[in-house]
């Protein structure tokens, strides 16, 4: 981890900007191999979860915590990302035309849920790089950044939770989920000291994909986080990291070692899409709690699970 040698960054001394956050950063350049082949010509971004690209929950949960000018980062092969967050005039003529008003709705509704931009990250270079991507769109205000693998269940308020740690301490916030020891490797990972206030610690340190070994906790940095603008020069010095890549997670440590960074705990509904049984489980899942969907689904997937012994697939059953 580079970013512990580095001296402290002289930015951090100036007084942390207090605007109210309304921009937000959507990092969606990844290639999505684990999803092969269905995201060979298609991005991950756009794979269903019941009948809405997973992508558009996230910009949902941007839009209903109020931030209303969403920045895409993208890369090749993402032109879906675009049309789907545009009109399309002729599907909307079409549906006009017969009447039909919900999916009319439903083709109009992502268009219509913030200013949406999208940016080419150009080169596969880590999550920081592709923050680092958003700095002139973004500017000097402070800003959220939601990873589309990580998709909150609409009833959580996690994000209105870190704005408004962000109102009240300035610096950055993240959002720490604990993790069973053994999957800490698969995040980045939080050394935290209480605060006067329940569900919110600071965070002294951060470290990416640690080993259970050395982990500082078992707290997790889940994909929301609400970022001072202080984060870019950080990120201009950050040098590759784990994996090769510039990470997010290196900048913020800088940032948490100058005193910063808090942290919100969260131990509400999330759901990983990007790891294929956490994808299929979410599907599953929304698909029960959908009004329109959910009664006949739940019914056929009681039947279904009551057949199924381990092992056996729906095939090797028995015909009735
Ligand atoms: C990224 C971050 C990691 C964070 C995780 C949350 O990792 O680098 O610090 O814990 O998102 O989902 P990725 O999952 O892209 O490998």
Redesign the pocket.
């Known amino acids: 981890m580079n970013a512990r040698h580095r001296a402290p960054v002289p930015s951090l001394t100036a007084t942390p900007s207090r605007r109210p956050v309304r921009k937000a950063v959507v990092?969606a350049a990844?290639l999505g191999t684990r999803f092969l082949p269905a995201t060979k010509a298609t991005p991950k971004e756009m794979l269903p979860v019941v009948d809405k690209p997973a992508i558009q929950y996230v910009v949902e949960e941007a839009a209903a915590a109020g931030l209303d000018d969403i920045l895409m980062i993208t890369g090749r092969h993402k032109r879906a990302i675009e049309d789907h967050f545009d009109h399309a005039f002729e599907l909307e003529q079409t549906l006009a035309a017969k009447g039909d008003t919900a999916r009319l709705d439903a083709v109009r509704d992502p268009a219509r849920l913030a200013d949406i931009h999208h940016l080419r990250q150009g080169e596969p270079l880590?999550?920081?790089h592709a923050v680092l991507c958003a700095r002139r769109h973004v500017g000097d205000q402070p800003f959220a950044v939601l990873?589309g693998?990580?998709l909150m269940d609409p009833r959580e308020t996690l994000l209105n939770r870190m704005l408004d740690v962000r109102d009240r301490h300035a610096g950055s916030v993240v959002a720490l989920l604990e993790v069973p020891a053994e999957q800490v490797h698969?995040?980045?990972?939080a050394a935290v000291e209480p605060t006067s206030e329940d569900g919110v610690v600071r965070v002294t340190g951060?470290v990416?994909?640690p080993s259970s070994e050395t982990a500082p906790s078992r707290y997790?940095?889940?994909?929301r986080y609400v970022l001072d603008p202080a984060v870019f020069d950080v990120l201009e010095r950050t040098p590759p990291g784990?994996?090769g890549?510039i990470?997010?997670?290196d900048a913020l440590q800088d940032l948490a070692a100058a005193g910063t960074v808090h942290g919100v705990l969260f131990s509400g509904l999330r759901y990983?899409t990007?790891d294929k049984v956490e994808y299929l489980r979410t599907v599953v899942r929304l698909a029960c709690e959908r009004p329109d969907l959910g009664a006949e689904f739940a019914a056929w997937l009681r039947d279904f699970v009551s057949g199924l012994e381990p092992g056996r697939t729906e095939r090797d059953r028995p015909a009735a």
């Open positions: 990092p990844g880590g999550l920081g990873l693998d990580d698969l995040y980045g990972c951060l990416e994909k997790a940095v889940i994909g784990r994996g890549e990470q997010l997670t990983d990007g």
